[in-house]
């Protein structure tokens, strides 16, 4: 090697030591003793074709299956650190919203998410099949899996809406018509703080007619043990609590003191994926084929992976520690079935695929800390009308409390059919295009209710110091006309969906062939949103004997029903320099859906007493613009890979959610009107260093901020302030200037793999590290109504290290590894947030060590 290729190995060192995980961040062949040194050629089907990554003029990460196996990840919150320009907000394993290049606004909390939160900004395939849902990330267990690809920045010309930012695609291994083979996989180990883990895989490839007809079918199962403790906690009502209207203002004598004994657990929090998927293939002859797949995944998460600092009563809690009164669990299951026909017509290529999901979601959540919050003490807290005599007079009023303890739960079912019909001409054409048409039909029922009643039920109308049953209006739709329990303050029953038609083309012209190429592509959309059902609270419902719909607001009757559509687009330049050196512009737009409010009552008096703010009905959709220059390079004879891209997002009319019962009433709502801009660059450096020494590394850079400060605006045609700045309580937008949530300005990642023969056996070393810098939790300028002293939701999450080592060996079919995840047991903070009225604090897993086993056949 001489010294000026030892200077250009050593900068492309530096370049990818600051950096992180790939956008096609293929491992190098496990045994490269079978053949050459070169870095691994991935296939990606990001345009609709089948292409090397290389050629793509897009950034992508593509987590192959072998590189899945050498980081033993398999779920998403496994590997979302591998991937440096790729953030989640959430409350744990499916429950997180998705967010890259730093497109964030933040998370709220996942109650009531059916109903009223916006649609998240990338979207997640389970290979053709979209299958987004507000605030819950459909969490696959990666098992047989052949890649997973991310592909960033806007794609809404050949994936649509929810495809704003970019995509999560996780890609199935499909049947082999020629062979018979299969793999079986298990592990243990343990948790630092918590409890083991065991997980194991079988997967099988059968053909049963040679050259015609084969079946493929993996089943896991994989439990992970808990490491959130629930330690002894008190609520003791203060007067400080910012809900104590009913009481008197101040807290009654003998109010009673909740404890969470019978609560009291270690590792509440184990976690458990359960499924199988089964696959079809049936080769018709040389120009058709079909294929069929079905899967079943049930997760079921306990407890909560959060830390609370302090308990609801402002003591100090121990790290990995919360004070919960209440039982938690998150379960949530889905089924699949998707169908894809392949053939020709004349030289054209056909493609129909479709698919129906539909995923059930139930979980309950300690809600206890709402308890000091405004209106909770509606629920709780009564005085009594009935005069007491004695020697010295008549007694004033008495006031008492009931228990403070609350939860909630959340009951979803998500269904989500699409068909998609393309076109395409040959690969090798000079001008080559692709035409599709797409249809969708999304539906999800969403049932909450809050539990936060301990006044009695009223046997008589009129009777003092209860609340009524609650049920559904009549005219309004609901999944559950039942009356309501006891203890049910709240529930949202609401259906909410949407059906879209699009039709899509690119078109690819190579002007100088093989070096030149212009692509341009549009697709027309057009959505029709509707929602129905009610929200019912116990207000109105004061002295009523139920069942009582006196605090019902049925949203029938507003015939909520909403039409957009146009055109989103997309442009490409990618120049060839070398056959192993490109160089592209891309220019592309994303967008996503609207929605509805479940009201659109008013608040904040103005100087005349009337409303000035009205909660708008409906919010519109957003919209994001992409400028991106990149290159993918390969050098030294396809040892070292270099990539990167520079790139400007313009983000317009972006979908806030708002929470502030103080100034905006006790119901969350989405508006529009905050404009942002992001300016970013992302870098990956593979490196086959020498024979059997690999290094691989990326990171992002992003800086964010907001362009313009929309205010809420008087929105009441009878004020005397109609259609100025609301300047009575702080821009709940934020300023010019403000960064975006969930949007660390730096990311990063390096992995180190050495790999060598030791006699028969196959050994390897491998040592890794991440890093994310600091972030905020949401944007905005809203009050919090966590007891911790906080005055904004926006908590400032530290940056965090985490370091990763894993050694194995293999012979023949068998290979065996020892895995450390987190060895220096970080405790990271993912996302920190007060929506369940208390600071809690997302918690990265501690340090895990397990053992892993394979056989293949």
Not at 208 to 230: K, P
Not at 804 to 809: P, Q, V
Request: charged share 15%; hydrophobic share 35%; net charge negative.
């Amino acid at each position: 090697m001489n010294s000026h290729r030892k200077l250009s190995y050593a900068i492309a060192a530096i370049l990818g030591g600051t950096a992180a995980g790939g956008f096609a961040t293929a491992a190098p062949a496990a045994d490269s003793s079978a053949g050459s040194d070169e870095i691994q050629e991935i296939t990606v089907t990001a345009q609709r074709r089948a292409e090397s990554a290389q050629n793509v003029p897009i950034s992508i990460q593509a987590l192959t299956a072998e590189t899945l196996k050498q980081l033993s990840v398999a779920t998403f919150d496994d590997f979302v650190k591998y991937l440096p320009n790729v953030t989640s907000a959430g409350y744990g394993p499916g429950q997180n919203l998705i967010f890259m290049r730093g497109l964030s606004t933040g998370a709220l909390g996942t109650e009531g998410s059916g109903t009223d939160a916006n649609f998240p900004n990338v979207a997640v395939y389970l290979d053709d099949q979209s299958a987004q849902m507000p605030y819950r990330n459909l969490d696959i267990y990666a098992a047989d899996i052949e890649r997973v690809e991310v592909l960033e920045g806007p794609q809404g010309t050949l994936f649509g809406a929810g495809a704003q930012a970019g995509v999560v695609r996780y890609i199935t291994n499909k049947p082999k018509l020629d062979v018979t083979e299969g793999n079986v996989n298990a592990g243990y180990g343990y948790t630092s703080h918590g409890d083991p883990n065991s997980n194991v895989d079988a997967t099988i490839n059968l053909p049963l007619i040679a050259d015609t007809l084969a079946v493929r079918a993996v089943i896991y199962d994989d439990n992970r043990g808990g490491y959130i403790n629930n330690v002894p906690a008190t609520f003791t009502r203060k007067n400080t609590d910012l809900g104590l209207y009913y009481a008197g203002g101040s807290v009654p004598p003998g109010s009673p003191v909740l404890s969470n004994a019978n609560q009291v657990a270690n590792a509440i929090n184990p976690v458990t994926y359960q499924g199988i998927r089964g696959s079809l293939l049936w080769k018709i002859n040389e120009d058709w084929n079909v294929l069929l797949a079905q899967s079943y995944q049930n997760m079921n998460a306990q407890g909560v992976f959060y830390q609370e600092p302090v308990s609801t009563d402002g003591v100090p809690l121990p790290d990995l520690s919360v004070g919960l009164f209440n039982p938690s669990y998150d379960k949530d299951r889905f089924e699949n079935t998707a169908w894809t026909v392949n053939g020709k017509i004349g030289d054209l290529s056909a493609v129909y695929t479709g698919g129906y999901l539909v995923r059930n979601v139930e979980q309950q959540m300690d809600y206890t800390a709402y308890s000091r919050g405004n209106y909770a003490d509606f629920y709780q807290c009564t005085v009594s009308d009935v005069p007491v005599y004695h020697q010295y007079g008549v007694q004033g009023p008495t006031y008492s409390c009931g228990s403070p303890s609350a939860y909630w739960r959340d009951v979803q079912k998500n269904t989500h059919q699409n068909h998609e019909l393309r076109l395409s001409t040959p690969d090798d054409w000079r001008t080559r295009g692709i035409i599709g048409a797409f249809w969708e039909n999304f539906q999800v029922d969403d049932n909450t209710d809050w539990f936060y009643k301990t006044l009695p039920n009223c046997t008589f109308t009129g009777e003092a110091s209860c609340i009524g049953d609650l049920i559904p209006p009549p005219n309004a739709t609901s999944t559950n006309p039942n009356v309501r329990p006891d203890n049910d303050s709240f529930f949202d029953d609401v259906q909410r969906g949407y059906k879209q038609y699009a039709f899509f083309g690119s078109g690819d012209f190579d002007i100088i062939p093989k070096a030149l190429t212009i692509t341009a592509g549009t697709r027309y959309y057009h959505f029709a949103n509707t929602e129905t059902g009610s929200d019912v609270s116990g207000f109105g419902c004061q002295n009523v004997a139920g069942p009582c719909t006196n605090g019902a607001d049925p949203l029938n009757p507003k015939n909520l029903s909403t039409t957009y559509s146009g055109f989103k687009s997309r442009a490409n330049l990618t120049w060839h320099v070398t056959p192993d050196a490109m160089l592209y512009y891309t220019w592309s737009q994303g967008f996503r859906p609207g929605g509805f409010n479940r009201d659109s009552t008013g608040h904040l008096k103005g100087p005349d007493g009337l409303d000035q703010y009205y909660v708008p009905q409906a919010f519109t959709p957003d919209e994001l613009t992409n400028n991106e220059i990149g290159w993918k390079t390969e050098w030294f004879d396809h040892s070292l890979l270099f990539n990167g891209a520079v790139y400007k997002e313009q983000w317009n009319n972006v979908q806030l959610q708002f929470f502030d019962p103080a100034s905006l009433g006790n119901l969350s709502f989405v508006a529009n009107g905050a404009n942002y801009q992001v300016k970013g660059v992302e870098t990956q450096v593979i490196w086959r260093v020498t024979h059997g020494l690999s290094v691989q590394g990326s990171a992002s850079w992003n800086s964010s901020e907001q362009t313009n400060s929309p205010y809420l605006v008087d929105n009441n045609p009878l004020s005397v302030n109609f259609g100025k700045p609301i300047l009575s309580v702080p821009n709940p937008y934020g300023t010019i200037g403000s960064p975006l949530a969930q949007s660390p300005p730096f990311e990063a990642n390096l992995r180190v793999r050495y790999e060598w023969t030791l006699s028969a056996y196959q050994a390897f070393v491998q040592l890794g590290g991440q890093h994310i810098a600091h972030s905020l939790s949401v944007t905005g300028n809203v009050p919090t109504i966590a007891p911790t002293g906080s005055t904004h939701q926006a908590f400032d999450q530290p940056g965090y290290s985490t370091y990763d080592a894993s050694l194995g060996i293999a012979k023949d079919n068998w290979n065996v590894s020892l895995v450390g995840q987190n060895i220096t047991d970080t405790r990271g903070l993912s996302f920190i947030s007060a929506s369940e009225a208390i600071e809690t604090q997302t918690v990265i897993r501690p340090r895990t060590v397990g053992l892993k086993f394979g056989y293949k056949f």
